[in-house]
C-alpha cells in the first residue's frame, strides 16, 4: 500500500514538474536502541542458566571476616597491709597504710559473657551472608529471565517496524513492541543493581586484604 502511494506520488511529481526532493518521507517511528539492523537477522540471545554454588559463598564470605578484637575482663581489688613493730603478726586492712599498698587484679581464662556475645555476632554474621546471597541469586534468575525476553522483544520491535513502515499494520503494533522493550530493560538494569548491592555488601565484610580476591571469587561463579 506504501510502495503505491509513493509511487503515485513520484508520478505526480513528474507530471506537475515538481522537484522530487521536495517529496517529505513518511515518518517512521524509531527502535528502542536505535539500532538500523535487519530483523531477519536478528536472534534473541540465549543466556543459559549456570548452576551457581551458594553453599561455597556463604563458606568463603564466613571465612574471610576480619578477627575480632579480643575484650578481657579484668577486677581489681586494693588493699593494705599493716605490721606493727611490737610483733611479728601481719594485719590486713582495706584502709590505705604508711607501710605497703598494692591493686590485685584477676582475669578470667575464659569469658562468659564475651563468649556468649561473639556467639551471637556470629550467627549474625551468618545470617547477613545467606540473605546477601539469596538476594543475589534471585536477583541473577530475574536478570536471565530478563535478557532472554529482551532478545525476543527487540526482534519483533524490529520486525513491526518493518511492517509499519510497508503499511502492512497500524503504528500501534511497533509501539506497543517497544513498550514492552523499555519494561524488559528496566527489569534487566534493577536486576544488575541488586547483584551489584549484594556483591558489595557481602566483599566489604570481610578484611581488606581480602576483599579483592573474594570479589573476584564470587564474579567467576556467578557469570
Known amino acids: 500500500m506504501l510502495q503505491n502511494k509513493i509511487k503515485t506520488t513520484l508520478l505526480l511529481c513528474v507530471t506537475l514538474n515538481v522537484c522530487a526532493d521536495e517529496i517529505v518521507p513518511p515518518y517512521q517511528v524509531p527502535t528502542f536502541t ?3 539492523t535487519d530483523w531477519h537477522k536478528m536472534k534473541p540471545a540465549i543466556n543459559p542458566a549456570k548452576t ?3 553453599d561455597l559463598i556463604v563458606e568463603t564470605v564466613n571465612h574471610c571476616y576480619p578477627v575480632p578484637p579480643m ?3 579484668i577486677s581489681l581489688r586494693s588493699g593494705a597491709t599493716y605490721k606493727p613493730p611490737s610483733t611479728g603478726a601481719t594485719v590486713q586492712s582495706l584502709d590505705a597504710s604508711q607501710y605497703y599498698a598494692g591493686i590485685i587484679a584477676t582475669m578470667p581464662l575464659y569469658s562468659g559473657v564475651e563468649i556468649d556475645k561473639e556467639q551471637k555476632l556470629a550467627i549474625d ?6 540473605e546477601a546471597v539469596a538476594q543475589m541469586l ?3 534468575s530475574t536478570k536471565r529471565r530478563a535478557e532472554r525476553m529482551l532478545g525476543l522483544y527487540l526482534s519483533l520491535e524490529k520486525r513491526s517496524q518493518k511492517r509499519v513502515q510497508d503499511g502492512i499494520v497500524a503504528v500501534d503494533e511497533q509501539i506497543g513492541m517497544l513498550e514492552k522493550v523499555a519494561t524488559t530493560q528496566g527489569e534487566l538494569d534493577a536486576a544488575n543493581a541488586t547483584i551489584e548491592g549484594s556483591r558489595l555488601a557481602l566483599i566489604h565484610q570481610c578484611k581488606a586484604e581480602d576483599v579483592e580476591r573474594l570479589n573476584n571469587f564470587i564474579l567467576n561463579e556467578i557469570y
Open 71 to 73: 575484650n578481657i575482663e
Open 138 to 140: 534471585t536477583a541473577l
Open 34 to 36: 536505535g539500532e538500523q
Open 52 to 54: 551457581v554454588n551458594a
Open 125 to 130: 554474621r551468618k545470617l547477613k551472608t545467606v
